[in-house]
């Protein structure tokens, strides 16, 4: 007995990071379910909208509360998550992955960007939730709300880039710094969404879990190809 409780150990420490990624997967998935009941259930609605209300100005509901220049600040925050944003950052990276000879890093980038893409895309006319019509909303959308697609796909570009620039930077300071950075820049850009009155609080939830949990099924995916040498292996020199 004690002797496979020192090899369950030994495989827990050697496994450790993969531990990791498949609980804090289950975790997101946990949490988006929740979400998206108590949505469809109508339970959240009622916060959702006490929220968009309070953003703005109780005299003019098309304004938001705080200076001038606020709205315009939000909707360049919110273009950071916009499709191309997003189209444009991830060419950007496959080139240069393409540019470094690691075609098959290229190849995991380009579908897992392609893949979120189509998730988010699925999951938006699979809920069918409708836009927030309790406040003016101050940018034009057509497609349905939940999840927001702009705070899905942050997460999965800014925190996907962020942990592939966090495994070669030299120091544990500099990785908590770029990861500080992309989470800043996601949750940024959700709020954006809020703020704009095209989503519910919870669309913005939704968004978040849903990305990062696509961040991290990827993330498992080149950990294992990895180690199987399947995918290249970024180099500190780059």
């Known amino acids: 007995?004690?002797?496979?409780?020192?090899?369950?150990?030994?495989?827990?420490?050697?496994?450790a990071l993969l531990i990791g990624l498949l609980v804090g997967l289950?975790?997101?998935t946990f949490v988006f379910s929740k979400v998206a009941h108590d949505v469809m259930q109508e339970d959240?609605?009622?916060?959702?909208?006490?929220?968009?209300?309070?953003?703005?100005?109780?005299?003019?509901?098309?304004?938001l509360r705080g200076p001038v220049w606020l709205e315009q600040t939000v909707r360049d925050?919110?273009?950071?998550?916009?499709?191309?944003?997003?189209?444009?950052?991830?060419?950007?990276?496959?080139?240069?992955?393409?540019?470094?000879r690691k075609r098959r890093a290229a190849l995991l980038l380009a579908a897992a960007?392609?893949?979120?893409?189509?998730?988010?895309?699925?999951?938006?006319?699979?809920?069918?939730?409708?836009?927030?019509?309790?406040?003016?909303?101050?940018?034009?959308?057509?497609?349905?709300?939940?999840?927001?697609?702009?705070?899905?796909?942050?997460?999965?570009?800014?925190?996907?880039?962020?942990?592939?620039?966090a495994r070669v930077v030299p120091s544990k300071r500099l990785q908590l710094y770029v990861m500080a950075v992309a989470i800043t820049i996601t949750l940024m850009v959700g709020v954006s969404r809020v703020a704009l009155g095209v989503h519910y609080p919870t669309d913005v939830l939704a968004g978040w879990t849903a990305g990062a949990a696509w961040a991290l099924l990827c993330g498992i995916a080149t950990y294992l190809l990895q180690r199987r040498g399947n995918v290249e292996m970024p180099t500190e020199a780059e």
């Open 113 to 165: 960007m392609a893949g979120g893409m189509g998730l988010s895309v699925s999951l938006k006319f699979f809920f069918d939730r409708p836009r927030p019509s309790v406040v003016p909303r101050l940018e034009h959308v057509l497609t349905p709300a939940f999840p927001s697609g702009h705070a899905m796909m942050s997460a999965i570009m800014y925190l996907t880039l962020g942990a592939l620039l």
């Open 44 to 63: 959240t609605q009622r916060l959702d909208e006490r929220i968009l209300r309070g953003l703005r100005q109780a005299s003019d509901p098309a304004q």
């Open 77 to 100: 925050v919110s273009a950071l998550g916009s499709f191309t944003v997003a189209t444009f950052v991830t060419l950007t990276a496959l080139g240069y992955l393409l540019l470094a």
């Open 26 to 28: 289950l975790a997101l």
């Open 1 to 15: 007995m004690k002797r496979y409780l020192i090899i369950l150990i030994h495989i827990a420490r050697r496994e």
